[in-house]
């Protein structure tokens, strides 16, 4: 599956209701940002969608990385967000 | 203990390598960022960070979550990113 592209204009909440629907669907979620603005949306999204599954006894981590990828020809490296939900196990 | 303050000019390296240490001595780190340049040094240090805890056969998570704080007597949002150990039991 392709992964949310978040841009520095997305909404953050609107961001995190889609990472949560797709990790109910798929176990994981891949978002993908470029530049601090974008990436400061995504971790926001990340932050605001943990609220979102904490009712429901569950909590949200993310694994960061970069990723080297193409915009209109030109090379540029993305910051993607794994995000899934954290297993019982994992205490804080 | 204190958390790790990131700003838009901190060295992700040497975050990472910071954020590895802490996390050696007492099993998690937290790092504190105000405003998207911030943040991104943050997240970048956590995925270089990842590549140095790699050769153990261990990786890195975080959890990020909003934090009020103040600044000068202003009262500011910071992103927290909580950063641990995945443990084994945790797949992707």
Redesign the interface.
């Known amino acids: 599956m392709n992964p949310l592209k978040v841009s520095?204009r997305s909404n953050p909440n609107s961001v995190a209701g889609a990472l949560v629907a797709v990790i109910r669907d798929q176990g994981?979620a891949e978002m993908q940002a470029v530049?601090?603005?974008a990436?400061?949306q995504a971790?926001?999204a990340?932050?605001i969608a943990?609220g979102f599954v904490a009712p429901s006894g569950n909590?949200?981590?993310?694994?960061?990385?970069?990723a080297d990828i193409e915009i209109n020809g030109e090379g540029r490296t993305a910051?993607k967000?794994?995000v899934?939900k954290?297993?019982r196990?994992?205490s804080?």
Do not use: Y
């Open positions: 520095s994981f530049g601090a603005g990436l400061n971790v926001k990340v932050a943990r909590d949200l981590i993310c694994a960061p990385a970069f910051l967000l794994l899934e954290r297993t196990q994992q804080l």
